[in-house]
């Protein structure tokens, strides 16, 4: 179970607590999450937050770009919205979380690799963009990581995969699943099934978890865990754990 941008009950939500928050990642530490699934964006002094959007409006109602702002400036912002959190706060704050980083922007690839590189055996490293992903992996490196940091494939491989598995072709699976350690998709992305029994067969073939983002209904979830699915992304990682019997 991943907790989609940390935890925001109803209720913390009614009191104003953001996603992806100091206060979110808290609340998901603390309701027994061991994963913790966010999102990287760069600001203007070089600071790496945890931000979903490009632009700050829906969480702040500022207009500005997070790239456009000062990491004083947002914090500043973030105040009674559960307080701002930086990629270094998170991975120092939280040492026993496994961190799932969506790099959002070109400019955050290459400081993401590095702050993770002392970290890489507890970060998964993921983005739509298989450029931005890649970027990030080769930075750790660069950074001196021990371990190469697990990755999930972008939408260019994720279509490569889906093609692989329509096609029942072994050599194209393969060669899509390359480095890959989870397939993190929706269930369906329009009219186009990602989500399938052969799916999971293939990719559990090559070693590669499949990851299923965003389930809030508790029952799906079990459904989901039955069919053989590794991992599911929620909003309500209290209630999921309390549902799989693992909350504290």
């Not at 109803?10 to 699934?37: K, L, M, Q, T």
């Not at 706060?89 to 959002?104: E, I, S, T, W």
Request: aromatic residues 4%; charged residues 25%.
């Amino acid at each position: 179970m991943l907790a989609h941008r940390g935890l925001v009950t109803p209720d913390a939500g009614r009191h104003g607590i953001a996603e992806n928050s100091f206060a979110a990642v808290a609340a998901a530490h603390a309701a027994g999450a061991a994963y913790v699934e966010s999102d990287c964006h760069r600001t203007s002094d070089g600071a790496i937050v945890l931000f979903h959007d490009e632009s700050l409006e829906r969480i702040t109602g500022d207009a500005r770009l997070v790239a456009d702002v000062t990491a004083r400036e947002l914090e500043t912002l973030m105040e009674g919205r559960g307080g701002l959190i930086t990629l270094v706060q998170a991975l120092d704050a939280f040492p026993g979380v496994r961190f799932n980083l969506d790099v959002k922007a070109a400019d955050a690839a290459e400081p993401v690799g590095r702050l993770i590189a002392p970290h890489a055996s507890r970060v998964l490293v993921t983005s739509f963009s298989d450029v931005r992903r890649r970027a990030a992996l080769d930075a750790a490196a660069a950074a001196g990581a021990g371990i190469r940091p697990a990755t999930s494939a972008g939408t260019r491989t994720i279509l490569d995969v889906v093609a692989a598995v329509s096609l029942r072709s072994r050599r194209l699976a393969a060669r899509a699943l390359s480095g890959i350690d989870a397939l993190q998709i929706p269930e369906r992305h329009g009219r186009l099934r990602l989500l399938s029994p052969r799916l999971l067969d293939v990719a559990h073939a090559f070693g590669v978890e499949v990851h299923v983002w965003t389930v809030n209904d508790v029952d799906r979830m079990l459904e989901l865990v039955a069919m053989g699915v590794d991992g599911v992304v929620t909003d309500r990682s209290d209630l999921a754990l309390r549902a799989l019997g693992v909350a504290p």
